[in-house]
């Protein structure tokens, strides 16, 4: 019997790690015409974001909260900021999740969702698995 395995959907978000987000944030709106929501704070990430909608997809723009913050260490290698991660809606992500296992692919962590920024489960995959990018996956009913 072959199995049903959920494929990606839309693109959620592309998410952009930024020193400073307010001067990141100023420099979209300004020069961009981009629609900038107010700053939230996500303990729980270690992170400030800002959502940029646009009528296809969103911008995340994140900046780290402290030292401990993976976004942290990815600003110490891209000091001016940069793309950290893209981010896939899959109707399923247990199906998704069975999926990578079933080609090789690592989930990062301990391999079980998180909740994500927007309160549905995530999880994120190893970037050397895609072309070096991060990619994170949210179950989207
Ligand atoms: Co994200």
Redesign the pocket.
């Known amino acids: 019997m072959t199995k049903v395995y959920s494929n990606i959907g839309r693109l959620n ?1 592309v ?1 952009i790690a930024v020193p400073d987000i307010m001067l990141a944030s100023d420099m979209w709106h300004k020069a961009l015409g981009a629609n900038v929501s107010e700053p939230q704070t996500l303990p729980e990430h270690g992170v400030k974001v800002v959502f940029i909608d646009s009528p296809n997809t969103k911008v ?1 723009l994140l900046e780290p909260l402290n030292e401990n913050s993976p976004i942290s260490n990815f600003l110490k290698k891209n000091p001016n900021g940069g793309m950290h ?1 893209i ?1 896939y809606e899959v109707s399923d992500l247990k199906s998704a999740s069975l999926k990578l296992k079933a080609v090789g692919a690592t989930i990062l962590g301990n391999g079980n969702p998180k909740i ?2 927007h309160g549905n489960p ?1 999880i994120f995959l190893k970037p050397s698995d895609f072309s070096g990018t991060l990619i ?1 996956l949210e179950e989207i009913k």
Request: charged content about 20%.
């Open positions: 978000h998410a995340e991660h981010c994500g920024a995530v994170e």
